[in-house]
């Protein structure tokens, strides 16, 4: 979404959230916007890192290396990461970095040699108390292992909670790797329990890290996952896929559609399927106004970034779908960095168990309070969220006196 987008939506919260107009400006504006050229192999990149807002914490977000990216996708990014650290009740604020670049045509050694770059132009403004990066997209343990090396031979300091999504050798957190799905799996079992949700079909689009771990661990507790794809398509039996054989499929051939003992169904198709629980797990901007009436599924969880365009959130309330936004069911992979962060000042190493029950309890924390937020029944579930994370984030800088 492009940051005017984001404004105008945050100009609409700010009413329902009775903001003043100097606290819409305060949440409007980034605090930084960083840039610089970095030179590999005698070639120039574009990179950023947007600071957004302090006020709860260290800023926090991934590094992104792209074609597309902008210092204005960047800002939005940096703004959506301030809403998800509130949104969890994390001590921290938000922030976003990336490159443009097409990651495919580096060799290794550049690829090294960009990261490290990264690091050297921005290392005096970030820090484990400062700003803490972390992988996003075609961004990685490795190149996450790389960023700290470099930043320690710069400030000559020891420093494993300057970034996370580290290698676990490296100070990284146990769960790290399917931490968003298992947020998701705990969002959506709290919203099952408070909707008396009986049919547990579910519907994924996307079957990569986020997708592909959620039908694993819904399958395990019991859903029925009638359809699931991946860019090459979908497939779809209503009385329930095999996960193990899919997951399979997936691995040895490239694509869920090799696997043979179902129908095919197309992307499309698959959003309209019939089912009660909708996962949208790959793209933004995948539920629109064409397509949401169609939508069968009483409930749509967000694992990706901004799947549902806010025409197809307007029509989705109105048919009383419930939307468990982005900000909050895919703020795992956040949560279990926070952990890291924390595993890492403390000098400790969490269990799988506790940090899966550190996980569970942040999640379901969050969805509480946003429940209480939405049980007026006058605004959208993502709206209480959007709205009681915008109040959060005012309170914090009144405290500090900055408005
Ligand atoms: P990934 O690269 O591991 O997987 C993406 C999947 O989407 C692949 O299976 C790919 O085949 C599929 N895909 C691509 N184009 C498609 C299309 N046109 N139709 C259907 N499927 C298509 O990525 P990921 O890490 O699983 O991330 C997926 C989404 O989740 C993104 O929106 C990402 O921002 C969001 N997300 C991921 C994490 C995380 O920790 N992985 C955290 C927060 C948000």
Redesign the pocket.
Known sequence: MSFQKIIQFLEKIALLANLSEKEIQLLKNPDRVLKAELTVNGKKYSAYRVQFNNARGPYKGGIRFHPEVSEDEVKSLAFWMTIKTTVTDLPFGGGKGGVKVDPKRLSKKELEGLSRAYVRAFYQYLGPDTDIPAPD?YTNAEIMAWMLDEYEKATKTKAPAFITGKPLELGGSKVRDI??ALGGVYVLEEAVKKTGLKEKNVAI???????MNMAKLLAERGYTIVAV???KGGIHDAKGLNMNEVIKAKETKGTVTEYTKAAKIS?EELLACSCSILIP????GVLTKENAQKVKAKMVLE???GPTTPEADEILWSRKVLVLPDILA?AG?VTVSYFEWLQNKKNESWSEQQVKKKLQEKMVSAFEQIWKEFSDGKKSFRTAAYVLALKKIVDAEKKRKRI
């Open positions: 997209v931490a968003t689009q996307g079957f990569g890290n986020a997708g794809s991946d860019s992307n797990s790959a793209l933004s694992l990706a970034n895919n992979g």
